[in-house]
């Protein structure tokens, strides 16, 4: 039988399990992930705010992996040989396999600036962020550095959980959320400005220090907790691992979700650019691609002809406010209420349901 390796426990292989556990494919299968708690990102900003807790807001691999038939193994790679297919794991072990399905997300973009690697604290792993938070609680004031959508989402959750802490949002680009409709920028900084929270725009951090963040044109941040949600980077591991990768270091795949350089290596998620079709690195796209990978994989374990898969354009996004109140976009449309944080909250709770068994 052929030996699949699943590694990483992200938004893509619940999906793969989910399918598994219907369907076992002609395979040996085993999952590699560091914890068997797997945090959904799309309530964490609300387990900052306090809307839940963080057990509430992370999946359990080890029921699902199970059901499919898995081996669960708690590890990390730290290297791939794609010549040799085999994995290197943080305990020293090597992994063989026959086929490889990798979804293990990006790491936060740290920059090599006085203090940004002690003192500013990554937006992931987030379990970590939220442990550093606890700890930091009493924090006069709070920053992030990143208006993408992790970051208007982080300060609004700390401002909301701090009413009274002083919050500022920097970014180095003209506009919060650099990329997405002018109308919904609009709308986020409108509300960043009933909340009373700073927005400081064209600004480049030259340094992080314990009470401040510093600016290269010598202003002064304050800032006791500071978070970095600077967008996402490919991980470390995959510089010399063989596979094909994109200028940014990214798994490069084609349509069947099939590595460009080493057919038997599926990748899909943050970890992966699509190069025919990429899309933004998020949550909703790695949830996106879960079913066609879970299909591919099924079909490459049985030798049958895989399926090309296009990932739609345009996704919805929805912004949490902080308190129980959401922004939603999409394409070029946008509308607020409180009304949009329950939908959310249900779009949420029906994720977490569908994969708590
Ligand atoms: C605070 C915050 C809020 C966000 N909100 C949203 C949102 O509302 N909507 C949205 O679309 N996106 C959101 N995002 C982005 C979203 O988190 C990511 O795009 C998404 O998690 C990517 O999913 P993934 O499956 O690629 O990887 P991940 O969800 O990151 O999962 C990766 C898995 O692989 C494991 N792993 C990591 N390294 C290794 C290794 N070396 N070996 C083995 N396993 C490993 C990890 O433990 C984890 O289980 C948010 C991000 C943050 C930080």
């Known amino acids: 039988m052929k030996r ?51 057990r509430q807001a992370c999946i359990d691999l080890a029921p699902l992996a199970a059901r499919a038939g898995c081996a669960l193994r708690l590890d990390a790679a730290v290297s791939l ?31 090599d600036l006085p203090g940004a690697d002690s003192r500013a604290h990554p937006v992931k792993p987030i379990g970590q962020l939220l442990e550093r938070w ?67 725009t064209e600004a480049s951090v030259s340094g992080v220090e314990a009470d401040a963040v510093r600016l290269a ?33 990214f798994i490069a795949t084609g349509p069947t979700l099939q590595s460009l350089s080493h057919p038997e290596v599926f990748a899909a998620g943050d970890v992966a650019t699509m190069i025919d079709s990429p899309r933004p690195k998020s949550g909703v796209f790695a949830v996106r691609a879960g079913p066609p990978l879970a299909a591919n994989l099924l079909r490459a374990a049985r030798g049958d002809t895989l399926q090309p898969w296009t990932p739609q354009t345009r996704a919805l996004l929805l912004l949490a406010c902080g308190r129980r109140h959401a922004i939603a976009s999409r394409g070029g449309w946008s509308l607020q209420g409180d009304w949009v944080w329950r939908w959310k909250d249900r779009i949420d709770r029906a994720f977490m349901r569908r994969f708590s068994g």
């Open 134 to 200: 606890h700890t930091a609680r009493a924090a006069r004031a709070a920053a992030v550095v990143g208006a993408g959508a992790a970051g208007v989402e982080i300060i609004m959750a700390l401002h909301h959980r701090q009413p009274l802490m002083r919050c500022t949002l920097i970014d180095r680009a003209p506009h919060i959320l650099d990329g997405l409709p002018a109308g919904l920028q609009r709308r986020v900084m409108a509300e960043l400005a009933r909340q009373q929270i700073d927005v400081v």
């Open 81 to 111: 040989d794609a010549g040799q297919r085999q994995i290197r794991l943080a305990s020293g072990e090597l992994i063989d396999y026959d086929m490889l399905s990798i979804d293990t997300g990006s790491t936060p973009r740290i920059p």
């Open 4 to 54: 699949l390796v699943l590694l990483g426990g992200g938004h893509a292989h619940l999906f793969v399990l989910e399918a598994f556990a219907r369907e076992q494919p002609d395979a040996v299968v085993s999952l590699i992930t560091p914890d068997a708690l797997t945090p959904y990102s799309g309530m964490m900003p609300g387990v900052i705010a306090g809307h839940y807790d963080y």
């Open 217 to 249: 044109d010598g202003r002064s941040i304050p800032s006791h907790f500071t978070v970095w949600a600077t967008g996402a980077a490919a991980p470390r591991w995959l510089r010399d691992c063989g596979l094909a990768l994109d200028p940014g270091g």
